[in-house]
């Protein structure tokens, strides 16, 4: 391998450009602006439960469901989970199902934030 392709020689140059473009990069990966809009627990909590409810007139009863935080396994990844549903007197195969429709939306569209009032 040549010095232009990028060899081994520490001096050369092109090598420690491509290690500063690497760096950079990495850099703008962790900077990058997440499209996702913050909400608190209870107004998600809140949306998700409306949103069940209208989806199934079987669905009407529900009570609520339970979100909870999460330390997200990488960069990008949701900050929330569904932690449990009360459905009341709601028919429960239905509304599961729905649950997991509407969640796995949401997800995508909410982070959850400490600092909301």
């Not at 602006?33 to 409306?50: G, Q, V, Y």
């Not at 989806?55 to 009570?63: F, N, P, S």
Request: include cysteine.
């Amino acid at each position: 391998m040549t010095h232009a392709q990028g060899g081994s020689n520490p001096r050369h140059t092109g090598h420690l450009q491509l290690t500063e473009s690497r760096h950079s990069l990495r850099h703008l990966d962790i900077e990058m602006p997440t499209t996702r809009r913050p909400i608190t627990l209870k107004d998600l909590e809140l949306a998700i439960a409306k949103a069940v409810r209208e989806t199934d007139t079987e669905c009407e009863a529900l009570i609520g469901v339970i979100v909870e935080r999460i330390v997200p396994k990488s960069r990008g990844d949701m900050n929330w989970s569904v932690r449990g549903v009360r459905y009341g007197k709601a028919e429960r195969t239905r509304c599961h199902a729905a649950v997991a429709v509407i969640v796995e939306r949401l997800q995508s569209e909410y982070i959850v934030s400490e600092g909301l009032q």
